[in-house]
């Protein structure tokens, strides 16, 4: 153990750390909208990519992966042919679910507010000084 760590407080910002590692996994726009999909249930990754607006196969698998690994969802392969590969939220997943949907009903709720104020902004930054 190194003098660092035995310092008081010392966990406090290790805890910090790491809880800013999650929320910037869990906080990005995919993995949210990704979360939002399969809290109606299981879906494969055809029908998530079509859910999901702007979203690339790429970005889509990544993001699938990231939550995978981090417990968030499971990944089930189905062996027939084509294999059929579904996506399903985990009990920690789900509670992420709660945990962000007033977040998620607060965008939807301001998005009109929000490009009133940017178109708002924009203009007064282009008129003359």
């Known amino acids: 153990m190194s ?3 035995s310092t008081p407080g010392s966990g406090e910002q290790q805890d910090g750390c790491r809880t800013r590692e999650v929320l910037d996994i869990v906080g990005d726009k995919w993995s949210l909208l990704v979360v939002r999909h399969l809290s109606q249930g299981p879906r494969r990754f055809t029908e998530l990519k079509r859910a999901i607006d702007g ?6 698998t990544v993001t699938l ?3 995978e690994r981090d ?3 499971t ?15 985990t009990p920690m997943g ?7 949907a007033p977040l998620l009903e607060w965008s939807i709720e301001h998005l009109a507010h929000i490009d009133a104020a940017r178109a ?3 203009a007064r930054d282009r008129a003359p000084h």
């Open 3 to 5: 003098a660092a760590d």
């Open 55 to 60: 979203i690339s196969q790429r970005m889509l």
């Open 65 to 67: 992966r990231g939550l």
């Open 71 to 73: 417990g968030i969802l």
């Open 75 to 89: 990944r089930t392969v189905r062996n027939v042919m084509p294999p059929h590969v579904s996506y399903e939220l």
């Open 94 to 100: 789900r509670t992420l679910r709660q945990a962000t």
């Open 120 to 122: 708002s902004y924009d």
